[in-house]
Structures are given as C-alpha cells and as structure tokens.
C-alpha cells in the first residue's frame, strides 16, 4: 500500500509518522487509473449513497442559502430539538435539545469524542475502516473483539464480557454499528437487549453507531438506547439515509449522566471548527422533521436497496461465494474461502491480492477484509452495491404504488452496470 509520509524528514507526529493512505484511496486510485486506460471499472468500492438528496431537502437548503453567520458551536437549536424530538420518536428515549450536539459529519465527532474521553477503544471486527485510525491519530489503546461468521459477524454478550472482565474497572468505549459497514448486518431487539444489560453490568459506554439505521430494510431500526439508555451516545447524520455525505453533517445525542462529554467535545469544537456549516444545518432541520415526502423517499430508497441486495447475496452465494443475507444499508461482507486452493494456486494469498487481481482481471473493485480489522490472509471482502443510478432507480420506484414489490426484471434494468459487475466476479470465480 502507498505511503506518503515515510520518506519525509519533517518533523512528523509519531503518531501520525509512516501512517498508509486508507485502502479505500488505494483502491479507487487504482479503479481511476484503469479507467483512464479505457478499461470498464465496476465501482463496489464506495460507501456512498446512490440516490439523490430528497428534495424538499435541497429546497430547504436553497432558501437558506443566505444564511451566513457563526452558529451556536453546539448546533442550531431549532436543529437539536429535530434531533432530539427525531430520537425520542424512532426509539422511544427521553432527550431534548441540550443532549444533542452537531459537527461537520459523525466522523469528525467521532475524533472528538476519542479525544476528549481518555479509555481503551473496544471494536468489534469487521468494521467500519476510520474508528481503528482515529484512536491511533490520538494514541488511545484499541481492543478488537474478532466476531465469527457463523454468528454473522455478531457481537456477542459473553464475547463483550470476557473483554470487559479482564479488567472491569477500566474506562472504555465500545463501538457498535448497525446495520453496518461492511457487513448489512443488524442486531434483533433481543439482542441488543441482551449486549445493554453487560454493557451496564460493566459501565462502559455504548458508541452506537447508526448512521444506516433510517436504510434497515424493514424500516424498523432498534436502537440499543432503548435498553442502555444511560450509557448509550447514538451517532447519526445526513450522510446515508439522505444521501447527503458530501453536505457535511453528523449529529451525536448523548444521555444526561454523559453531558460533560458533551461540554468537553463542544469545547475543542469551539477551538478547532466553531460550528457546522449554517446552511445544511437550517435544511437538516427539515430532513429530521421528516414528514410524507421524507416517508416516501425513504420507502423507495429501501425497496431498491433491499430488491438489489438479497438478489446479489443469491448470485454470489449460489456459485460458492457466501456471505449472510442483509438486513440493511448496501454492503455484503463477502467470503471466497471456497476457492481458497484455487486462489493459493495462483498466488493469490492474501485479501488484499485477491481484490487487487480482481480489479486488474474483470475491473471490479472491493475492498478486503483487511480494510474492517481482519487478519490479511483471510479471503473476504466488502461489495457495496452503489454503482446504479439512484436518481433514475428512484424515479422508477415512485411510480410503483408502496403497498407492491418491485417489478421482476427492475434491478436489470435499473441496476444493469452493477449487475454485470456481479456477474464478472462470478466468471473470475469459475475460471480460476
Ligand atoms: C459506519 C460509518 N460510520 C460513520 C461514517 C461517517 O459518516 P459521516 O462522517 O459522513 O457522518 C461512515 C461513512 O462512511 C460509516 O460508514
């Protein structure tokens, strides 16, 4: 992988000295130059939404667009009281403005909090690629809890406690994210339940990080405060289930006995970014209102999420690539341990040869396994199935009334590139 800072005799942060570009810049820098060589390139590499802002949202930001003065470092208020009252609604917990703060995307508060809390960073594998580098940006110590397949990349409550017992006393934040990046995988109600009472028997704090949950696709997303609602930060925004990740908005909504993470992260937001751009914070106002138009987009964007999702799971799992079948968000998580002889043969060892060899063979880009946390030998990879034209796939979903599924043949057409890319992968696998 490139590294563009080893070389340096600047005076670098050891923290930050000989750190890699992510795999993901890799990965797309790689698709980019292939393209250039006129080669198709199959883009399953992006965590990006492929459906348009909804509208009432964008007008919402183009009659704010004047809007130019510092805001409240916190957030507008209007806007925390959306959240909040957002919060209260979706999973029943008591919250109201002065409990919620704003950045410039979760990420950002993300960083924040790792900063202002000083304890051991628990996460769970595979996940999501800036929680590991983040706590290493900042020095914090970092546990990964290696989940299993065969529990669909659960967490589970006894895994969270054996941690935890090792030394009860210690401060630390655990991280969960569901529906997640890069699995699609959701935890039951039961199941959260049950990760909530060890995480109290234990006192650490609950990262939940939900920024897919408005994409669950049976639209009823369960979040662990309902259970842990003392300990549990929720971590939401704009960027998936509004498709709006350029705009750059996160929310954190955080229990009254964390307030003072809250004050501190607020302080170093007021010494380092002030406040989140006014404008998207005045049209956020409208996206956590929600409201009919909101309903609807969202009904459609999971519709084609889900239509597209379980049918590339049937392809791939049917020719020997397995992966559990998604709850949720656009990602499979991937595992071509079937071919592993097949794949050593041809010198291919690790994840990262394999999505390297795949791209330079059939111009399809994953990401490996190694990206989320896991070991580098193993074969899996995450398939973000994003490469379709949203607005267009949309705009067909809305002649469609909600109460009926989704014409057979829909995701051919709609979703033709992003269906020959699975196709490809499936080919590669055959003639290896
Ligand atoms: C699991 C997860 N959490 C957090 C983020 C950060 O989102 P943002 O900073 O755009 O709010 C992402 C973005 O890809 C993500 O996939």
């Not at 289930?241 to 929310?251: E, F, Q």
């Not at 999505?355 to 190694?370: C, I, K, N, Q, Y």
Request: with cysteine; net charge neutral.
């Amino acid at each position: 992988m490139q590294n563009n800072n080893s070389s340096s005799d600047l005076s670098l942060n050891l923290n930050v000295r000989g750190m890699p570009l992510s795999a993901t810049l890799y990965i797309n820098e790689l698709s980019n130059s292939l393209k250039q060589q006129g080669k198709k390139v199959y883009k399953f590499g992006l965590g990006q939404s492929p459906f348009p802002v909804p509208k009432v949202v964008v007008d919402e930001l183009r009659s704010n667009a004047f809007q130019k003065d510092y805001l409240e470092v916190k957030g507008l208020k209007p806007l925390r009281e959306a959240v909040a009252e957002y919060h209260s609604r979706r999973n029943n917990i008591e919250c109201s403005a002065d409990n919620v703060l704003i950045g410039p995307g979760s990420k950002e508060l993300m960083f924040l909090l790792q900063f202002v809390y000083y304890g051991e960073l628990v996460i769970p594998t595979p996940s999501w690629v800036s929680y590991a580098p983040q706590a290493n940006i900042i020095g914090r110590q970092i546990a990964w809890i290696k989940t299993k397949e065969e529990n669909k990349w659960r967490l589970l409550p006894e895994e969270l406690h054996n941690i935890c017992e090792k030394d009860h006393y210690k401060p630390r934040i655990v991280i969960l994210n569901y529906p997640s990046n890069p699995t699609g995988l959701t935890y039951s109600c039961d199941e959260l339940q049950e990760l909530a009472d060890v995480a109290r028997r234990h006192r650490v704090i609950l990262l939940a990080d939900e920024i897919y949950g408005g994409l669950t696709f049976n639209g009823n997303h369960c979040s662990i405060a309902r259970f842990y609602p003392e300990g549990t930060i929720i971590s939401g925004g704009l960027s998936k289930w509004c498709g709006a990740g350029g705009w750059r908005l996160g929310t954190f909504t955080f229990p009254e006995p964390l307030s003072g993470l809250l004050s501190g992260m607020a302080a170093v937001a007021s010494e380092t970014f002030t406040s989140t751009s006014a404008p998207i914070q005045y049209a956020a106002i409208k996206a956590f209102s929600e409201g009919i138009e909101i309903e609807r987009y969202l009904w459609n964007a999971r519709k084609i999420l889900k239509a597209l999702g379980t049918q590339i799971h049937s392809i791939l799992y049917n020719d020997g690539i397995e992966s559990p079948e998604p709850d949720g968000a656009f990602y499979l998580f991937i595992n071509f341990k079937n071919f592993s002889e097949k794949l050593k043969a041809k010198n291919i060892i690790t994840g990262f040869d394999l999505t390297t060899r795949l791209l330079e063979d059939t111009g399809v880009a994953l990401l490996p396994g190694s990206a989320f946390g896991r070991s580098e030998g193993e074969y899996t990879a995450r398939l973000s199935y994003v490469d379709f034209d949203g607005a267009r796939a949309m705009a067909a979903a809305e002649t469609i009334r909600p109460e009926d599924p989704l014409p057979d043949g829909f995701t051919e057409r709609y979703c033709a590139h992003q269906m020959e890319g699975v196709r490809a992968i499936v080919d590669w696998v055959k003639s290896l």
